[in-house]
């Protein structure tokens, strides 16, 4: 395995109870934003779009671009937000000639906004229901954050035999959460501190986060692509609170541990050492250790949201993998 240096633990941390900070800042907000409308799932004007029905009901809304006898390269997205912020990645990958394919989680994006189901287990049995339908194998599966979860998950449950390698990008496996088997997780206040100012005011609170930690918009000399953080903020609010809400609880509690050591696939892994939002030491740097075929990269200055400020370096990587 390979990796660079980054800072010390204590600035990560730092990092993320700067990001705890903004839950107290954005609750005390006023509760005066625009009424967000609910994604009603699909209706006679989506017929254009592409759904999949799940063994419970739930419209899973996916994109499927290219050659469909190309290899397959599958993006799971991050909490809160959508396969749209795979946009960088699916052009990249298309343009080079493979099949691209993306889906929104349920709650999430143009997916049905069910009330339960929002756990590892459901996020990766929609996404097997996705790619089943498709009839991927021999498919590369690249998951960012809550989705480098939802791969693992994946991979073993459900990737026998269709899975060629998996690259996990600012992923929060093995565990988020601080617990005596994890000392140097995150405590659970801070992920309390998300569940009640997102239930407060969730419009607030996706603005903070993205226009400062998620992307180092926060840091000195950095410049704000306000682009990006609209575009984050929109696809927070075209997703559903209840299953926002749910959603911490799935990408902060779930152990991946075990599952890592059983994923035998070739499996890259990539952070960046000023990524805020998962403590890079306690993610990338374990996940690494655990996995019987991984390579880590940790990118020096890089955010959680590195595949978009700096796609242009992260892409010709992904490539370079895909193609070893």
Known sequence: MTGFTGPHRRQVMGGALALAGLTMSAAKAQTTSPIHQPNPGPSQEDKTMSYVTTTDGVEIFYKDWGPKDAQPIVFQHGWPLSSDDWDAQMMFFVLKGYRVVAHDRRGHGRSSQVSEGHDMDHYAADAAAVYEHLGLTNAVHIGHST????????????????VA?????????PLMLKTAANPEGTPIEVFDGFRSTLAANRAEFYKAVASGPFYGFNRPGVTTLQGVVDNWWRQGMNGGAKAHYDGIKAFSETDFTEELKVMTVPTLVLQGDDDQIVPYKDASVKAAALLPNGTLKIYPGYPHGMLTTHADAINPDLLAFIQG
């Open 147 to 162: 989705g480098g979860g939802e791969v693992v998950r994946y991979v073993v449950k459900h990737g026998a035999g269709k």
């Open 165 to 173: 390698k998996a690259i996990l990008v600012s992923a929060v496996p």
